[in-house]
């Protein structure tokens, strides 16, 4: 008896690891978000671990006194179309991100893409007044 629950037990444990299916397994950085003068651009990054466990960080360098400011938070596991939230506690800020093979996005709850001022580069702001918050993942 004890067996065949042991074999139960681990065709579970196989049958749910298959199910996690990511799109790639690494280090990722994007840029949604355009930094302001004198602080520094933060460099976001996502790392995706094969079983899939995600992790959102950042790093950031203050262009004034050379301070390093870095912060790594897990958003659980992937799902395909899933919006995750990323809640950073040093500057208190939360992001809803979901994420394909190349591309992330800054969504809603509802995971609508945001339209916002703040994700126009500087070249994008010349002609919009806002852009689609969505970056290309850079290995």
Same mark, same amino acid.
Request: net charge neutral.
């Given at each position: 008896?004890?067996?065949?629950?042991?074999?139960?037990?681990?065709?579970?444990?196989?049958?749910?690891?298959?199910?996690?299916?990511?799109?790639?397994?690494?280090?990722?950085?994007?840029?949604?978000?355009?930094?302001?003068?004198?602080?520094?651009?933060?460099?976001?990054?996502?790392? @995706?671990?094969?079983?899939?466990?995600?992790?959102?960080?950042?790093?950031? =360098?203050?262009?004034?006194?050379? %301070? *390093? &400011?870095?912060?790594? @938070?897990?958003?659980?596991?992937?799902?395909?179309?899933?919006?995750?939230? =990323?809640?950073?506690?040093?500057? %208190? *800020? &939360?992001?809803?991100?979901?994420?394909?093979?190349?591309?992330?996005?800054?969504?809603?709850?509802?995971?609508?893409?945001?339209?916002?001022?703040?994700?126009?580069?500087?070249?994008?702001?010349?002609?919009?007044?806002?852009?689609?918050?969505?970056?290309?993942?850079?290995?």
């Amino acid at each position: 008896m004890k067996k065949f629950f042991s074999l139960i037990i681990l065709c579970i444990s196989i049958f749910s690891l298959a199910q996690v299916k990511v799109p790639f397994v690494g280090h990722r950085s994007f840029d949604i978000l355009e930094g302001y003068s004198g602080t520094g651009t933060p460099h976001y990054y996502l790392d @995706v671990k094969k079983n899939g466990d995600v992790h959102f960080g950042y790093v950031q =360098v203050n262009q004034a006194n050379g %301070k *390093e &400011t870095k912060e790594e @938070v897990n958003a659980g596991k992937y799902a395909a179309n899933k919006v995750m939230k =990323v809640e950073f506690k040093k500057y %208190k *800020e &939360t992001f809803l991100l979901k994420f394909d093979k190349d591309k992330i996005y800054l969504t809603d709850e509802k995971g609508n893409t945001k339209n916002l001022e703040g994700c126009c580069s500087a070249r994008e702001s010349i002609d919009n007044e806002t852009c689609n918050c969505e970056s290309e993942l850079y290995e």
